[in-house]
C-alpha cells in the first residue's frame, strides 16, 4: 500500500513537471515583470539593460525615475545613468553603473540632488570646457519651483567623477555656448561648442519694487579651475499686461500659447499700409516660424524664405528676465552617445509679437502672429488686385468697334452685340487670369456664326486698338492658333 502511495506522488510529479516547463529566472525574466519605465523624455519607452531588482539589491528599496546608458570611459559597454526616489526622500537621486560581466553592478559615483519634478529632469553628456572633455549636466526643478543646475566632470576617464558646479534660481538656470574652430592648420577646421557663461535670473529683495530681479552671470576660471562670478546686476521686470498670466506659470503654457504660425514682422507693416509685395513674396518666398507637435513631439519650423529648418524639441527652460522668455534645447540627430547644445530663445514682446534667436547666424528676428494666416492676405490681395485689373479691362472694353467686316458694341454689363449688314448675335463675356495673361471668353447666346471663336488673349495696351488672339483653352494650358489675330479699332462717338 505504502509503495503504490509513493508511485502516485511520483506519477503526479511527473505529470505536472511535464505539463509546465519552470521559466527561467535571470534579468530578461525580471524585466517582462513589468519592469521597465519611459526614458526622460517621456517619447520612447526603453528596458533597463539589467534587472530592477538587482538595482534594488544595491539602492535599497527605491522608486526609478529614469534613466540614461551612454558610455563615457574607454571601454566598449555603456555605463548605466539612474535616477531614482526613496520613500524617506522626495529628491531625485543620481548613481552611475558601471556594468560588469553577468549584469554585476560597480556603483562609480552618486549624487544626492535637490530636483523633486520628474518631468522637468534632464541629462546631457557632452564636452563643455574643452573640445574634448566630457561633463554631465543635470538641470531640473526643485522645492518652491527653484531651477537647479548641476555640473559634474568626468576625472581620469570615466573613474572618478565631481561636481564642479552647482546653481540655482527663482526664474531661471541656463547657459550659454560658444562656437569654437579646430586649429588644424587647414581652412576646413572643425567646429566645436564650448561653455561660454550661466545666467542666473533670481529674485533680489527690494522694498520699493516686486519687479525687480537679480542676474549673476558665471564663467569658468581656467587658471583657478572654477567658476567665478563675473558678472551681478539688477533688471526690472516690466509689466506685460497684454500677454495672459497663466503663460508665466510654466515653460509648458508659454509653448503652448505660441503654437501657430509667426510671420516675419514687416509683413504686418506692410499689410497695415497696404503696401505687401506679393511678387516679391512669391519669389524670396514665406519667412515665418511655425510652433506645433507631432505624434507627441514638440517641432519648429522655421522658413527663411529661401530655404527652412525642421528643429525638434528635447527640452523647455522658462528664462527670466526683463521680458518673459522660453528657451527651447534642440535634439540633435546621430548615433552618438554624445549630446550636442543647440538652442532658440524666444522672448514674447507682447501678445501678438515675438523676438528669436535660432542657432544659424541670422541675428535676432521678429515675428507678429497675424488675425489670419498670411496666405489669406495674400489670397485677397491678389483677387483684390485681379478685380481691380478686370475692372480696368471691362472699361476698355466698353464702347462700339470695327473689325473687318462686323461691328462690335460692348455695354458695362458685359454683355455684347456682334453684327453684319445682314445678321445680328449676341451674348456675354467672362475674364479669367492665367499665368498673367488676360483670358476673355465669348459665350453666345444662340449661334456663332460671325466670329466662329470663343476664347482669346487679350491685348489692351493701345485703347484704341484692341486686340485679341484666338487659342485653345485646355484644362491646364492654353495654346495660340495659328490664325491671324482679330483687331477691333474703336469707333468715335
Known amino acids: 500500500m505504502i509503495k503504490k502511495y509513493i508511485l502516485t506522488i511520483v506519477l503526479l510529479v511527473c505529470i505536472l513537471g511535464c505539463a509546465k516547463k519552470t521559466a527561467a529566472i535571470n534579468s530578461d525574466f525580471f524585466l517582462q515583470q513589468q519592469e521597465s519605465f519611459s526614458i526622460y523624455d517621456g517619447n520612447t519607452v526603453e ?9 534594488k539589491q544595491v539602492l535599497g528599496n527605491i522608486e526609478p525615475v529614469t534613466f540614461r546608458q551612454m558610455n563615457i570611459n574607454s571601454d566598449i559597454s555603456l555605463e548605466l545613468l539612474f535616477f531614482y526616489k526613496t520613500a524617506e526622500n522626495p529628491d531625485i537621486q543620481f548613481v552611475i553603473f558601471d556594468i560588469l560581466p553577468n549584469d554585476t553592478l560597480k556603483k562609480i559615483y552618486e549624487l544626492q540632488t535637490n530636483i523633486r519634478k520628474q518631468e522637468e529632469l534632464s541629462i546631457q553628456y557632452s564636452s563643455l570646457l574643452f573640445e574634448d572633455d566630457n561633463c554631465i549636466t543635470i538641470e531640473g526643478i526643485g522645492e518652491a519651483d527653484k531651477h537647479l543646475l548641476y555640473i559634474i566632470k568626468n576625472v581620469d576617464n570615466g573613474t572618478t567623477f565631481k561636481v564642479i558646479g552647482s546653481f540655482s534660481a527663482s526664474y531661471s538656470v541656463f547657459f550659454d555656448m560658444e562656437e569654437k574652430e579646430e586649429n588644424d592648420g587647414s581652412d576646413n577646421g572643425s567646429k566645436y561648442y564650448i561653455l561660454k557663461e550661466i545666467v542666473l535670473i533670481d529674485s533680489a529683495l527690494s522694498l520699493t519694487s516686486t519687479n525687480i530681479q537679480r542676474k549673476d552671470v558665471y564663467i569658468w576660471d581656467y587658471d583657478k579651475e572654477r567658476f567665478v562670478l563675473a558678472e551681478s546686476s539688477r533688471i526690472v521686470s516690466e509689466e506685460n499686461a497684454d500677454i495672459p498670466i497663466s503663460v508665466l506659470y510654466s ?3 508659454y509653448y503652448n500659447y505660441l503654437k501657430g504660425f509667426w510671420y516675419l514682422k514687416r509683413y504686418a507693416q506692410e499689410l497695415s499700409k497696404n503696401e505687401l509685395d506679393i511678387a516679391k513674396l512669391e519669389q524670396e518666398g514665406l519667412q515665418y516660424v511655425n510652433f506645433r507637435e507631432d505624434n507627441g513631439s514638440k517641432v519648429i519650423d522655421v522658413s527663411y524664405g529661401s530655404y527652412s529648418d525642421n528643429f525638434k524639441i528635447d527640452k523647455l527652460i522658462k528664462l527670466g528676465g526683463q521680458k518673459p522668455g522660453l528657451r527651447l534645447s534642440l535634439k540633435k540627430e546621430n548615433v552618438s552617445d554624445m549630446y550636442y547644445y543647440r538652442y532658440i530663445d524666444i522672448y514674447l514682446l507682447g501678445a501678438k509679437e515675438l523676438q528669436m534667436k535660432t542657432p544659424e547666424v541670422f541675428g535676432v528676428v521678429n515675428y507678429i502672429q497675424l488675425d489670419q494666416p498670411l496666405f489669406e492676405y495674400i489670397a485677397e490681395a491678389k483677387e483684390e488686385k485681379k478685380n481691380t485689373h478686370f475692372n480696368n479691362i471691362e472699361k476698355q472694353l466698353t464702347g462700339i468697334f470695327t473689325c473687318e ?29 492665367r499665368n498673367g495673361d488676360c483670358i476673355i471668353s465669348l459665350f453666345f447666346d444662340a449661334s456663332n456664326s460671325i466670329i466662329n471663336e470663343k476664347y482669346f488673349l487679350f491685348d489692351g495696351s493701345n485703347n484704341d486698338r484692341l486686340v485679341f488672339l484666338p487659342i485653345q483653352l485646355n484644362f491646364d494650358s492654353t495654346i495660340v492658333k495659328n490664325i491671324k489675330p482679330m483687331i477691333f479699332n474703336r469707333e468715335e462717338i
Not at 528596458?47 to 538595482?55: E, G, M, N, T
Request: no cysteine; aromatic share 10%; charged share 30%.
Open 47 to 55: 528596458k533597463l539593460p539589467v534587472a530592477l531588482s538587482k538595482i
Open 251 to 253: 515653460a509648458e503654457n
Open 405 to 433: 467686316n462686323f461691328s462690335v458694341r460692348i455695354e458695362e454689363n458685359r454683355r455684347f452685340i456682334i453684327s453684319t449688314s445682314n445678321k445680328e448675335e449676341t451674348g456675354y463675356y467672362q475674364l479669367e487670369e
